[in-house]
């Protein structure tokens, strides 16, 4: 059984058709790369599987828990950063992590833990005192990673965990990303960003117009299309849709 499981999932918005039938299996302790152009359906996907999105049709899971039916108990296994996220500027780092583990169930002290070690994996603690409204918009992200990863979930799904973060940061998150599918945990990411997907992923899916077209590892999907990096072969796919 995969961490995630998702089957002829469809999602149909007025008269466009975001999901037309993903097949998509997520295997537990991958890091799973969520590759396709805008508008190919990634994000849609990662909102039906976090319950933000009603699907039209198909099946999908969470460590075998039916998301559709049961979305609130599959709901607990999963840490989510959207690719939009408002947060309250007026409080401080700390108190809105505290607030956001206290939400999840955790106590007060656990939290100031998780708090401390998880800031320390993405380069948080210098900023754990400060009104979030000051923070730059990549430290705004380490923000909401950090509340994502707080309740030690099993599954994280991020989209677009590296926007707005420099070299130095992207580094952070990509290591801190690693480091969680090395405890066993199953991370899976949208990103635009394929020297990301290439540094950290045991699994690569392109979604186009809805559908996978495309899944492997990075070295076998260069293999396989003869390319020198996932760039060039992004273009390939994406560009003939399979």
Same mark, same amino acid.
């Given at each position: 059984?995969?961490?995630?499981?998702? %089957?002829?999932?469809?999602?149909?918005?007025?008269?466009?058709?975001?999901? %037309?039938?993903?097949?998509?299996?997520?295997?537990?302790?991958?890091?799973?790369?969520?590759?396709?152009p805008n508008g190919a359906g990634?994000?849609?996907?990662? %909102?039906?599987?976090?319950?933000?999105?009603?699907?039209?049709?198909?099946?999908?899971?969470?460590?075998?828990?039916?998301?559709?039916?049961?979305?609130?108990?599959?709901?607990?296994?999963?840490?989510?950063?959207?690719?939009?996220?408002?947060?309250?500027?007026?409080?401080?780092?700390?108190? =809105?992590?505290?607030?956001?583990?206290?939400?999840?169930?955790?106590?007060?002290?656990?939290? @100031?833990?998780? $708090?401390?070690?998880?800031?320390?994996?993405?380069?948080?603690?210098?900023?754990? #005192? !400060? %009104?979030?409204?000051?923070?730059?918009?990549?430290?705004?992200? !380490?923000?909401?990673? @950090?509340?994502?990863? $707080?309740?030690?979930?099993?599954?994280?799904?991020?989209d677009e965990p590296t926007t707005?973060?420099?070299?130095?940061?992207?580094?952070?998150?990509?290591?801190?990303?690693?480091? =969680?599918?090395?405890?066993?945990?199953?991370? $899976?990411?949208?990103?635009?960003?394929?020297? #990301?997907?290439?540094?950290?992923?045991?699994?690569?899916?392109?979604?186009?117009?809805?559908?996978? $077209?495309?899944?492997g590892s990075p070295e076998e999907?260069?293999?396989?299309?003869?390319?020198?990096?996932?760039?060039?072969?992004?273009?390939?796919?994406?560009?003939?849709?399979?």
């Amino acid at each position: 059984m995969g961490a995630i499981e998702i %089957k002829q999932l469809k999602k149909d918005y007025k008269d466009v058709q975001a999901l %037309k039938g993903l097949d998509l299996v997520v295997e537990e302790g991958q890091v799973y790369g969520f590759c396709g152009p805008n508008g190919a359906g990634k994000s849609t996907t990662l %909102k039906i599987l976090v319950g933000l999105v009603y699907a039209t049709g198909g099946e999908a899971s969470i460590k075998g828990i039916d998301v559709l039916n049961n979305g609130v108990e599959a709901r607990e296994h999963i840490g989510y950063l959207p690719e939009s996220y408002g947060m309250p500027g007026g409080d401080t780092v700390r108190k =809105f992590l505290t607030y956001m583990g206290i939400l999840s169930g955790m106590s007060k002290e656990d939290v @100031a833990k998780a $708090i401390e070690a998880i800031s320390a994996e993405i380069n948080l603690t210098d900023n754990l #005192d !400060r %009104k979030i409204k000051t923070l730059s918009k990549g430290n705004k992200q !380490r923000v909401g990673i @950090a509340q994502a990863m $707080i309740h030690n979930p099993d599954i994280l799904l991020f989209d677009e965990p590296t926007t707005g973060l420099d070299p130095l940061g992207r580094n952070e998150v990509l290591d801190a990303m690693k480091a =969680f599918a090395e405890k066993g945990k199953t991370v $899976i990411f949208s990103t635009h960003i394929l020297s #990301d997907v290439e540094k950290i992923c045991d699994t690569v899916g392109i979604i186009h117009e809805g559908l996978l $077209i495309e899944q492997g590892s990075p070295e076998e999907l260069r293999q396989k299309h003869g390319s020198k990096d996932l760039d060039e072969v992004f273009l390939k796919v994406a560009s003939h849709g399979n």
